[in-house]
């Protein structure tokens, strides 16, 4: 009887050799880590963290995220006619309740140079809050120094001014983040509600803009040149200049983790991606209505734009609509009377006499 062989021959190794080294080239764009590396992973961990610290506090809270001004109507946070809804002041009642930390507010993928941790967060007697005559910030319900963006007021003795500062005065802001406007048509959405196609809280974008009307509109990146600026501004926008294209993005394409309010995140190399999606109930035939939804657009929610041609204010100081759905005020309809996805910074422009936000004012660096 012939032996068994001991082993394969050299001219077998190297075939095997070869085949498994064709085999992980074809693996390997499966295999490889999306642009960013580990900065884009640990940012889409610090995104979840971040809602599901706003889920937490939903669970506590009658399934709804946090409302600063109405969970500091006694004034014992900040004084009356302050800018409580800020973006800051919703992100630091989540800290102050011990859900999330300061540190995980800022991307490790952070390009401005405004924005960076908060190292002095007060968890108790913030010493920016209301003096109500038993120590400051006894009974305050969150640390008002902490600021959403650089455009936000400074606080000043228990007091948010209203309005955003001139881009000459932005100081350090202390998040990467943009979160969903809850005013108005969203408000319903500020809340559980599980909706896997619902963008909560995500990288900041840049402006776009919609070419073309209703069934043929598209959006494109707003062309605003390349001198690059790291100021927030609330006027005339930045698009192709705008900090945000070198967070995850080449400077020339946007790219961004995106939380959900089904408590998923998303790595999206697309301002629209195929998980954001809206029915826009106007547009004919009925097979057009299911669209992409770009999430730095407020797309008219019927025809993605008014059926004069035109688009409602993107940006700068706009009234928040009274009640639900599109504002039945005369006049161009601004993107707070739309409900589709839509990601901002903003700051707290009017409040009404009963502390209420009546006006905001959208900001993009």
Same mark, same amino acid.
């Given at each position: 009887?012939?032996?068994?062989?001991?082993?394969? =021959?050299?001219?077998?190794?190297?075939?095997?050799?070869?085949?498994?080294?064709?085999?992980?080239?074809?693996?390997?764009?499966l295999l490889?880590?999306?642009?960013?590396?580990?900065?884009?992973?640990?940012?889409?961990?610090?995104?979840?963290? +971040?809602?599901?610290?706003?889920?937490?506090?939903?669970?506590?809270?009658?399934?709804?995220?946090?409302?600063?001004?109405?969970?500091?109507?006694?004034? $014992?946070?900040?004084?009356?006619?302050?800018?409580?809804?800020?973006? /800051?002041?919703?992100?630091?009642?989540?800290?102050?309740? /011990?859900?999330?930390?300061?540190?995980?507010?800022?991307?490790?993928?952070?390009?401005?140079?405004?924005?960076?941790?908060?190292?002095?967060?007060?968890?108790?007697?913030?010493?920016?809050?209301?003096?109500?005559?038993? /120590?400051?910030?006894?009974?305050?319900?969150?640390?008002?120094?902490?600021?959403?963006?650089?455009?936000?007021?400074?606080?000043?003795?228990?007091?948010?001014?209203?309005?955003?500062?001139? *881009?000459?005065?932005?100081?350090?802001?202390?998040?990467?983040?943009?979160?969903?406007?809850?005013?108005?048509?969203?408000?319903?959405?500020?809340?559980?509600?599980?909706?896997?196609?619902?963008? +909560?809280?995500?990288?900041?974008?840049?402006?776009?803009?919609?070419?073309?009307?209703?069934?043929?509109?598209?959006?494109?990146?707003?062309?605003? /040149?390349?001198?690059?600026?790291?100021?927030?501004?609330?006027?005339?926008?930045?698009?192709?200049?705008?900090?945000?294209?070198?967070?995850?993005?080449?400077?020339?394409?946007?790219?961004?983790?995106?939380?959900?309010?089904?408590?998923?995140?998303?790595?999206?190399?697309?301002?629209?991606?195929?998980?954001? +999606?809206? $029915?826009?109930?106007?547009?004919? *035939?009925?097979?057009?209505?299911?669209?992409?939804?770009?999430?730095?657009?407020?797309?008219?929610?019927? =025809?993605?734009?008014k059926r004069?041609?035109?688009?409602?204010?993107?940006?700068? $100081?706009?009234?928040?609509?009274?009640?639900?759905?599109?504002?039945?005020?005369?006049?161009? +309809?601004?993107?707070?009377?739309?409900?589709?996805?839509?990601?901002?910074?903003?700051?707290?422009?009017?409040?009404?006499?009963?502390?209420?936000?009546?006006?905001?004012?959208?900001?993009?660096d």
């Open positions: 009887m012939r032996a068994a062989r001991a082993g394969l =021959t050299l001219l077998e190794l190297l075939v095997v050799t070869v085949v498994l080294a064709l085999v992980g080239l074809m693996l390997m764009p490889a880590p999306r642009r960013g590396g580990a900065r884009h992973i640990k940012d889409g961990t610090q995104v979840r963290a +971040v809602h599901q610290s706003m889920v937490l506090f939903a669970n506590n809270s009658r399934d709804v995220y946090p409302v600063p001004s109405e969970m500091d109507a006694a004034n $014992t946070t900040l004084s009356d006619g302050s800018a409580k809804d800020d973006l /800051g002041n919703v992100l630091s009642v989540l800290i102050y309740d /011990g859900y999330v930390v300061p540190e995980l507010m800022v991307s490790p993928a952070e390009q401005s140079t405004l924005i960076d941790v908060q190292s002095s967060y007060a968890l108790s007697d913030p010493p920016a809050a209301v003096n109500t005559g038993s /120590g400051a910030g006894k009974h305050a319900r969150w640390d008002p120094a902490f600021r959403g963006s650089p455009a936000e007021q400074v606080v000043q003795g228990g007091t948010k001014p209203l309005g955003a500062l001139a *881009p000459e005065a932005n100081v350090t802001a202390h998040t990467s983040y943009a979160m969903m406007p809850f005013f108005a048509a969203r408000r319903e959405a500020w809340g559980l509600n599980w909706r896997l196609d619902q963008a +909560v809280i995500g990288n900041r974008g840049p402006m776009y803009e919609v070419v073309g009307r209703e069934d043929k509109a598209k959006t494109r990146l707003l062309d605003t /040149g390349s001198q690059q600026s790291t100021a927030f501004v609330s006027v005339g926008g930045k698009g192709t200049n705008s900090t945000t294209l070198g967070i995850h993005g080449n400077r020339k394409t946007w790219e961004g983790n995106i939380g959900f309010n089904d408590n998923h995140v998303e790595f999206v190399t697309e301002a629209d991606p195929p998980m954001s +999606v809206w $029915t826009f109930s106007g547009l004919t *035939p009925a097979s057009a209505r299911e669209r992409r939804d770009n999430l730095f657009v407020a797309e008219d929610d019927a =025809t993605v734009t004069d041609g035109t688009m409602h204010a993107q940006i700068g $100081t706009m009234q928040v609509p009274e009640g639900w759905g599109p504002a039945a005020a005369e006049g161009e +309809v601004n993107a707070l009377g739309m409900s589709n996805n839509w990601l901002r910074t903003w700051t707290v422009s009017a409040v009404s006499e009963r502390g209420k936000t009546t006006a905001i004012t959208v900001v993009v």
